[in-house]
Nanobody, 122 residues
Framework: VQLQAFGGGSVQAGGSLRLSCAAS????????MGWFRQAPGKAREFVAA????????YSADSVKGRFTISRDNAKTTVYLQMNSLRPEDTAVYYC????????????????RGQGTQVTVSS
């Protein structure tokens, strides 16, 4: 499956952005779609994930209550709505897809899209 992420940009703290990840190709019903991010000088970290079949969602503690992951089956697109953004949310955000056991382990995902930059200023 090919993934294309877009929607990043620059906002002030407290602002919102919505990222999109459009998937093309064969999407298996047992796929998990995930978002990860990487800030300069830091390791890539899990942000949120959603199971394609059930819509069950998972998110990192650092974004709970602020970020919401959702999907549009018809458009084969996954969204990450980011509210109450903080400067520490600044990073390149990546989407990934695959049949994973542990949704927060990026290495288990089989496909990855290019990143989209999110910059939050104070």
């Amino acid at each position: 499956v090919q993934l294309q992420a877009f929607g990043g940009g620059s906002v002030q703290a407290g602002g919102s952005l919505r990222l999109s990840c459009a998937a093309s190709g064969l999407i298996f019903n047992n796929y998990v779609m995930g978002w990860f991010r990487q800030a300069p000088g830091k390791a890539r970290e899990f942000v949120a994930a959603i199971r394609w079949s059930t819509g069950s969602t998972y998110s990192a503690d650092s974004v709970k209550g602020r970020f919401t992951i959702s999907r549009d089956n018809a458009k084969t697109t996954v969204y990450l709505q980011m509210n109450s953004l903080r400067p520490e949310d600044t990073a390149v955000y990546y989407c990934a897809a695959g049949t994973v056991r542990f949704v927060d382990r990026e290495r288990e995902y089989e496909s990855r899209g290019q990143g989209t930059q999110v910059t939050v200023s104070s």
